[in-house]
């Protein structure tokens, strides 16, 4: 989720009946591009309610999967007076609404930003794992953090410490939407594992090269063999980008949203599998077939 606008669709029901457009017309009865009264702009009787429950697809960290989840508001001052009193006191200022579809469009924005703060309770629907969604607005505008009553980062039983360590903070910098952080910490993740898997020389560029010859060459581990290095790249140059100076573009961080922190995790989380975690597993089912052989 990038933003709380991303809801609007589902947090908002428009429930006026009959729209009463008053018409913005100048002495000559023009209809339009004509001396705009702007305060003339708006519908007269539009009435929108906010929906307290309702369904949505958003990340479950206990999944690490975008599912779909029963969102429920715990906290909201904006209730259907508020609602009301927005509506009735929001203007036009530059250019007019030509139609009912823009009045609304406007009209929702100023109820996002009145959505400060809420607290929202989101159950996963597959695992029923529950998770906190707390909106507030600061000097950089409206956020979200988004708590978890249950795993922290996306570490699997058999990652080395060193690495989850790493995965534990870039855990802790998203949940408070420190992203920009938060991908650092993936690089860095992503350099311990290397060097748990023996790739000790040079910086993490260096490493990814050697683990690339061994690939083409045919030496490398055998999780390696069918991985796309690509993806260690991109790892790599998203943190040094969330690192870097960028010639003093601080735009670039706003790259880093919500979705490609939860991407992260993804990558990570396919990663951690094929490194520690598929041949343990495979091990353990081929001893348990033996197991059974051997009784035969
Ligand atoms: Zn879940």
Request: charged content about 25%; aromatic content about 10%; overall charge neutral.
């Amino acid at each position: 989720m990038k933003s709380i606008c991303e809801w609007s669709e589902l947090l908002y029901k428009d429930v006026t009946e009959t729209p009463n457009i008053i018409p913005v017309t100048d002495s000559y009865g023009n209809g339009e591009h004509v001396n705009i009264d702007y305060d003339n702009i708006k519908i007269s009787n539009m009435k929108i309610v906010m929906k307290k429950n309702f369904e949505a697809e958003l990340y479950c960290s206990t999944c690490s999967e975008l599912r779909n989840t029963a969102v429920k508001n715990l906290h909201t001052n904006l209730n259907s007076n508020k609602i009301e009193t927005i509506i009735k006191e929001s203007r036009y200022k530059d250019d007019a609404p030509r139609s009912f579809e823009e009045y609304y469009k406007f009209i929702i924005n100023k109820l996002n930003v009145a959505l400060s703060p809420s607290l929202w309770e989101v159950t996963c629907l597959q695992c029923k794992s529950k998770s906190y969604l707390f909106i507030y607005t600061n000097i950089n505008g409206q956020q979200i953090i988004h708590l978890s009553e249950t795993i922290n980062g996306v570490s699997t039983p058999n990652t080395p410490y060193e690495v989850s360590y790493y995965l534990d903070q870039a855990h802790k910098s998203k949940i408070i939407g420190a992203n920009s952080a938060a991908v650092v910490m993936y690089r860095t993740a992503l350099e311990h594992l290397l060097y748990n898997q023996g790739y000790t020389k040079g910086m993490l560029n260096a490493k990814i090269n050697e683990l690339e010859n061994g690939i083409n060459s045919g030496t490398a581990p055998r999780w390696a063999l069918n991985l796309d290095v690509e993806i260690l790249k991109i790892i790599k140059d998203l943190g040094n980008g969330a690192a870097h100076t960028n010639k003093g573009d601080i735009t670039k961080q706003y790259l880093f949203d919500s979705e490609i922190v939860n991407k992260l995790d993804l990558v990570f989380k396919y990663l951690l599998d094929e490194v520690y975690e598929i041949e343990i597993k495979r091990n353990k089912l081929v001893t348990k077939l033996k197991d059974v052989r051997n009784q035969i």
